[in-house]
Protein backbone atom coordinates (compact mmCIF):
# COMPACT_ATOMS: atom_id res chain seq x y z
CA UNK A 1 0.00 0.00 0.00
CA UNK A 2 1.21 3.56 -0.96
CA UNK A 3 1.09 6.65 0.85
CA UNK A 4 1.27 9.96 -0.83
CA UNK A 5 1.51 13.32 0.53
CA UNK A 6 2.80 16.93 -0.61
CA UNK A 7 5.89 18.61 1.04
CA UNK A 8 8.58 21.18 0.78
CA UNK A 9 11.33 20.05 2.67
CA UNK A 10 13.26 22.91 1.32
CA UNK A 11 11.26 25.13 4.11
CA UNK A 12 13.16 23.01 6.73
CA UNK A 13 9.28 20.78 7.32
CA UNK A 14 9.25 17.25 6.86
CA UNK A 15 6.73 14.45 7.22
CA UNK A 16 7.36 11.96 10.03
CA UNK A 17 4.66 9.08 11.14
CA UNK A 18 3.36 7.19 13.98
CA UNK A 19 1.91 3.45 13.90
CA UNK A 20 -0.52 2.80 16.94
CA UNK A 21 -0.01 -0.56 16.67
CA UNK A 22 3.21 -2.49 15.67
CA UNK A 23 3.21 -6.05 14.39
CA UNK A 24 0.21 -4.93 11.62
CA UNK A 25 1.86 -2.96 9.06
CA UNK A 26 5.65 -2.34 8.44
CA UNK A 27 7.10 0.48 6.30
CA UNK A 28 9.08 -1.22 2.85
CA UNK A 29 10.32 1.96 1.45
CA UNK A 30 10.01 6.05 1.45
CA UNK A 31 10.93 8.53 -0.69
CA UNK A 32 10.53 11.86 -1.61
CA UNK A 33 10.70 13.35 -5.23
CA UNK A 34 10.52 16.80 -6.28
CA UNK A 35 7.56 19.00 -8.35
CA UNK A 36 9.10 19.52 -12.04
CA UNK A 37 11.15 23.04 -11.68
CA UNK A 38 12.57 25.04 -14.35
CA UNK A 39 16.12 24.95 -14.78
CA UNK A 40 17.81 27.68 -11.66
CA UNK A 41 14.33 27.44 -9.40
CA UNK A 42 15.24 26.19 -6.01
CA UNK A 43 12.59 26.04 -3.05
CA UNK A 44 10.25 23.44 -5.55
CA UNK A 45 7.74 21.01 -3.70
CA UNK A 46 7.30 17.87 -4.34
CA UNK A 47 6.04 14.19 -3.47
CA UNK A 48 6.92 12.13 -0.37
CA UNK A 49 5.85 8.42 -0.66
CA UNK A 50 6.05 5.33 1.38
CA UNK A 51 4.99 2.23 0.97
CA UNK A 52 4.17 -0.25 3.40
CA UNK A 53 2.77 -3.98 3.73
CA UNK A 54 0.97 -6.18 5.59
CA UNK A 55 2.24 -8.46 8.65
CA UNK A 56 -1.01 -9.78 10.00
CA UNK A 57 -4.76 -9.65 10.29
CA UNK A 58 -5.85 -6.33 12.30
CA UNK A 59 -6.30 -2.65 11.86
CA UNK A 60 -3.72 0.03 12.51
CA UNK A 61 -3.61 3.64 12.63
CA UNK A 62 -0.87 5.69 10.81
CA UNK A 63 -0.46 9.17 12.08
CA UNK A 64 1.85 11.55 9.59
CA UNK A 65 2.74 14.63 11.65
CA UNK A 66 4.30 17.56 9.30
CA UNK A 67 7.08 20.01 11.37
CA UNK A 68 10.34 21.39 11.85
CA UNK A 69 12.24 19.23 14.12
CA UNK A 70 13.76 22.04 16.05
CA UNK A 71 10.11 23.49 16.62
CA UNK A 72 7.55 21.68 18.58
CA UNK A 73 4.58 22.93 16.71
CA UNK A 74 3.20 20.47 14.17
CA UNK A 75 1.59 22.63 11.37
CA UNK A 76 -0.34 19.78 9.63
CA UNK A 77 -1.65 16.53 10.42
CA UNK A 78 -3.06 13.70 8.37
CA UNK A 79 -4.30 9.86 10.11
CA UNK A 80 -4.92 6.76 7.92
CA UNK A 81 -6.62 3.72 9.03
CA UNK A 82 -4.84 0.62 7.58
CA UNK A 83 -7.37 -2.31 8.02
CA UNK A 84 -5.67 -5.86 7.22
CA UNK A 85 -7.63 -8.45 6.33
CA UNK A 86 -6.99 -12.49 6.83
CA UNK A 87 -5.31 -12.97 3.30
CA UNK A 88 -2.71 -9.69 3.90
CA UNK A 89 -4.36 -7.68 1.78
CA UNK A 90 -4.58 -3.70 3.12
CA UNK A 91 -7.54 -1.24 2.61
CA UNK A 92 -6.86 2.37 3.68
CA UNK A 93 -8.77 4.98 4.37
CA UNK A 94 -8.45 8.75 5.54
CA UNK A 95 -9.37 9.71 9.37
Known amino acids: ?3 NIKGNPTTGYSWQY ?8 KEDSNQYKQDYAESG ?3 VGGMYT ?3 SALKEGIAEV ?6 PWEKEVIKTK ?3 FNV ?4 KIAVEEK
Open 1 to 3: MEI
Open 18 to 25: NIDKKGII
Open 41 to 43: MTG
Open 50 to 52: WKF
Open 63 to 68: TFEYSR
Open 79 to 81: TYI
Open 85 to 88: NKEL
